[in-house]
């Protein structure tokens, strides 16, 4: 009896399976190398070991992404013009931004006044490849399409950002984590309809309070320890209360 055929291709659902547990960085390795594949990629669940967002950064397990205007003179009166026209249009709020204090609740209609304007830099893509605790690598991927040049380096992030996480049906992660590194109000670039599970929570330099933990919660991301993560906010307020005052 003649051994029974073996496929040669795996079946669509099988397929599925398999990609779904590969590491995020073998899913986009995968999905450059094949036409039309980053759609079925895109459709599949994401799972990850470690999400930290802050502004003008994402990080996605050990490689840190994040965009850099490259060319011209800064001592140039024009650059300057275009750099604090860069820095001011980050105040703008787009549909899934997440936002901590209070920044300005607007959103724009994204007329850039100077969009025609002859830039004089490119966006170039960067990550940060993290080796160990106290080693990192800086690599340089490439540079974004022209068009991106001439809008606020808040919107080339955004879309760096929605192809990275959105347009899928879950992202779960062990760890999530926000940064912030100053006092001032943040905007937190996110795709819109975004939905993440983490197993734990985590901020740099600053804590959630009530309101914006239950924002978080009720918008885009379901906490396995919501509970025990209020209960622990409250016992470190009482234990802040507590605090004899040696003044």
């Not at 724009?108 to 106290?134: D, S």
Request: glycine content about 4%; overall charge positive.
């Amino acid at each position: 009896m003649d051994p029974p055929e073996v496929p040669k291709t795996l079946t669509k659902l099988s397929s599925i399976c398999v990609l779904e547990y590969l590491s995020f960085e073998r899913r986009q390795f995968i999905s450059a190398q094949l036409s039309g594949f980053r759609k079925v990629e895109k459709s599949i669940p994401l799972h990850l070991t470690h999400l930290a967002i802050s502004v003008g950064r994402i990080r996605i397990n050990d490689s840190e992404y994040y965009l850099k205007r490259r060319g011209g003179n800064s001592k140039n009166p024009e650059f300057q013009k275009l750099a604090q026209w860069d820095l001011e249009q980050e105040a703008e709020i787009l549909p899934g931004d997440f936002c901590i204090g209070d920044p300005q609740n607007y959103i724009f209609n994204q007329n850039f006044p100077m969009e025609n304007a002859p830039f004089p830099w490119t966006t170039q893509l960067r990550v940060t490849q993290f080796q160990g605790a106290y080693s990192r690598l800086d690599i340089p991927l490439g540079f974004l399409a022209p068009i991106y040049d001439c809008a606020p380096i808040h919107v080339a992030f955004k879309k760096l950002v929605f192809d990275l996480l959105g347009n899928r049906p879950m992202i779960f992660t062990k760890k999530l984590e926000f940064l912030k590194t100053t006092r001032d109000s943040k905007i937190y670039r996110l795709p819109a309809d975004l939905k993440i599970q983490a197993e734990t929570l985590e901020t740099v330099w600053f804590s959630f309070d009530y309101g914006e933990i239950w924002k978080i919660d009720h918008n885009f991301l379901k906490i396995r320890n919501f509970r025990k993560i209020l209960i622990l906010m409250n016992s470190a307020k009482l234990d802040n209360q507590n605090e004899p005052n040696h003044a």
